[in-house]
């Protein structure tokens, strides 16, 4: 027996079979109803044949969801079960997946870095986005950074077209109608080929403007992680490919992201009892988030019988943070922090001989990854709302530069009914710390003195096994067990202390998550169905040491359990209903007894439904996400009170004789609450979220 077509909760069976080898192909993509992603092995994989939670998210349905000014963290915090709600600003801080931190990746390549400044989900459009792959679950696949699993974006491309132009413009407004309140969006792409070579550019714009809560109200910024409101954003994309011959390709992708605020606006200071946006903020430099990438392929589809991957690749991330709050005797200072990257990574993809009815194959490279992380922040006289610059700029945290070299292998063996998978990834990391001016000395005394640098090595070995049986053509049960690492967190462990601090003292080790999982999966012709068990552990955990003022990583026992559900039934050709639901309970172990973790790391349940009704020419969509309320972690004392909310959603789009207009109208109630960021993370007084938001928007492709 073959693995089936198999389900995936809101993902059209026929989705376009694209992925790390397949995408470089020169033939035009061909319709596949057995979905295949890359993001869980590093090669072309069937989705039946993956011992894990996998999702894909399409074109179709990014799109659906993308009302002009929307971020990819808004749509997957409403698609995918295991990730908490979107933050509706900036930054995915506290966007867990299965309680543990997300690797990031834009066509492979890692936004991630050792200073996580969590802009990895805004620093792309929705409109240039092709599919997104979510792979839940801790993986060492493509290094540190997925403890709780990989959300793999994949930009658009040609599609063997010779020549083909979309044009897209949208708006957003809202329930109050007022101008002032306007998102503006604009998109243009254009595709071509000509013999051996394809290309794809594409030019996208955003310009957000005041956002209003249910009330009315305008919402004042979030001054600590960045808000949406006033921000213009501009993304640059180009895709190029030459095909050297049938097997052979070279591709260069290129990209240029920005998001810059530019306000007058912030959060009354004086208003200790309600969040009020007051006008009149003076700050030249705000907050911005700048990424720039090249990437360049070359595959072989029959090197030597195997198939063949090399990747170069080079990022800048820059972002930038509103001066916040004073620290002791250095005042208050922006926070700009700028990561360099380049790296290599080879796979190959070798068939193993038969043993039998059973055939395999194993994946099998290294990878290299060089990383330049610095730390500056401008300190500033604040006289009311008016900032100015003193002169004076702080080292914060010392510069630190981290090689990170690893050998992987990953194997696969389909033996009848069964698919095995197993692999194996060993790193070696060093971070260089040089020598700095001491930040927290400064904070504690004013006087500015020498932090000594010095060399830390990491070094972890990470596997997985897992197992899928395919009981029938319409139903796979699955196990799993895989490890993922993050490291920590040098640059801010190191930003607080005094100069006579030992870095050496530092525990430094990488912290290694075990994930356990146990799912089944099932499609039918109206019916598709997945739900999965899981726990995942780890015996070391970050801790903020208040006494030396410093991040300590201590060896405390945490775990993450869980479960997951979707479903959705085609009860005729034109309706569809279905939904997920997510259960989470973290724990971390303090002073012998197990307590719960915060909503920062653990979401709340979330249970989405939806209601879909399609004709030849239009389509509506009317979906619901209710988050839980959460006290738990406050009556442990280690975090706040989390109130549930219900948000309602209505999506709908049309075809007309030239092009396709697409609308949606969000909390549809215009209810007035906080989101799940902002009551777990924000300084009270807490502010609003969005109300009733209604979006338009016009696409037609030439």
Avoid: C
Avoid at 37 to 45: I, P
Avoid at 69 to 97: C, E, H, K, W, Y
């Amino acid at each position: 027996m073959t693995p089936s077509k198999q389900p995936l909760l809101l993902v059209a069976l026929s989705s376009l079979s694209l992925n790390t080898w397949a995408e470089e192909d020169t033939s035009p993509v061909t319709l596949n109803m057995q979905p295949t992603v890359v993001s869980a092995t590093r090669n072309e994989a069937t989705i039946a044949s993956i011992p894990g939670s996998v999702q894909v998210i399409d074109e179709q349905q990014i799109q659906q969801q993308s009302g002009a000014g929307r971020r990819v963290s808004d749509i997957l915090g409403q698609l995918v079960p295991g990730l908490a709600p979107s933050s509706g600003g900036m930054s995915n801080f506290g966007q867990t997946l299965r309680g543990r931190n997300i690797l990031v990746l834009i066509d492979g390549v890692s936004q991630n870095a050792t200073r996580d400044n969590f802009r990895q989900l805004n620093s792309i459009l929705p409109a240039s986005i092709e599919r997104i792959e979510v792979i839940s679950g801790a993986s060492s696949v493509y290094g540190a950074g997925a403890s709780g699993g990989i959300i793999n974006i994949i930009t658009k491309r040609n599609q063997g077209q010779d020549i083909a132009f979309n044009s897209r413009i949208g708006l957003t407004t809202g329930n109050n109608l007022n101008a002032q309140g306007f998102a503006y969006e604009l998109f243009q792409s254009a595709t071509g080929r000509k013999d051996a070579l394809d290309w794809y550019v594409s030019a996208g714009g955003v310009q957000r403007n005041d956002q209003f809560d249910g009330d009315g109200k305008r919402i004042p910024q979030d001054t600590s992680q960045g808000s949406n409101m006033d921000t213009e954003t501009y993304d640059l994309l180009g895709r190029f490919g030459y095909a050297l011959d049938t097997d052979k390709k070279l591709s260069l992708s290129l990209q240029d992201y920005k998001d810059q605020q530019d306000t007058s606006y912030t959060k009354d200071p004086g208003n200790k009892e309600h969040a009020v946006a007051i006008k009149g903020l003076v700050l030249d430099d705000q907050p911005y988030t700048h990424n720039q990438a090249a990437n360049l392929n070359y595959t072989d589809a029959d090197f030597y019988g195997q198939g063949l991957q090399v990747e170069t690749y080079w990022r800048r991330s820059d972002a930038l943070f509103f001066p916040d709050l004073a620290r002791g005797k250095a005042g208050i200072s922006n926070n700009n922090s700028v990561q360099d990257v380049y790296g290599l990574r080879l796979a190959v993809d070798s068939a193993l001989p038969s043993i039998g009815q059973a055939t395999g194959n194993v994946v099998w490279g290294a990878d290299y990854d060089h990383e330049r992380s610095r730390q500056r922040g401008d300190q500033y006289t604040v006289n009311d709302l008016v900032y100015s610059k003193t002169g004076e700029t702080f080292e914060l945290g010392p510069d630190i530069t981290t090689t990170t070299k690893a050998l992987f292998g990953q194997m696969s063996w389909d033996i009848g009914d069964w698919t095995l998978r197993s692999g194996v990834r060993r790193e070696w990391i060093e971070s260089k710390v040089a020598d700095s001016i001491a930040y927290g000395e400064i904070v504690q005394t004013g006087k500015r003195s020498v932090l000594p640098g010095d060399t830390l090595n990491y070094g972890a070995t990470l596997y997985n096994l897992g197992a899928v049986y395919h009981v029938s053509d319409n139903q796979d049960v699955f196990a799993n067990f895989s490890q993922g690492f993050s490291l920590p967190d040098i640059q801010r462990f190191m930003r607080d202390v005094q100069s006579n601090f030992n870095i050496q003292s530092l525990n430094a080790q990488a912290i290694k998550v075990n994930s356990y999982e146990l799912g089944w999966r099932g499609n039918w012709e109206t019916l598709q169905a997945e739900t999965t068990l899981y726990e995942n552990t780890s015996d070391v955990t970050q801790f903020y040491d208040a006494n030396d003022r410093v991040l300590r990583l201590i060896n405390q026992k945490e775990r993450v359990r869980g479960i997951e559900n979707n479903v959705t039934w085609r009860m005729t050709d034109r309706w569809s209903l279905g939904g997920t639901y997510a259960w989470a309970k973290g724990e971390t172990r303090q002073n012998g007894r197990w307590i719960d973790l915060p909503a920062t790391r653990v979401s709340p349940a979330k249970t989405t439904v939806f209601v879909d009704y399609t004709e030849d020419t239009y389509t509506l969509r009317l979906q619901a996400l209710r988050l839980a309320s959460y006290d738990a972690a406050a009556k442990d004392n280690n975090g706040r009170e989390i109130n549930g909310y219900t948000l309602v959603d209505l999506l709908g789009s049309v075809e007309l004789p030239v092009g396709r207009l697409e609308g949606g109208i969000y909390n549809l109630s215009n209810r007035t609450y906080q989101n799940a960021f902002a009551q777990a993370n924000a300084r009270a007084p807490y502010a609003n979220a969005q109300g009733r938001t209604l979006s338009a928007s016009y696409s037609v492709d030439w």
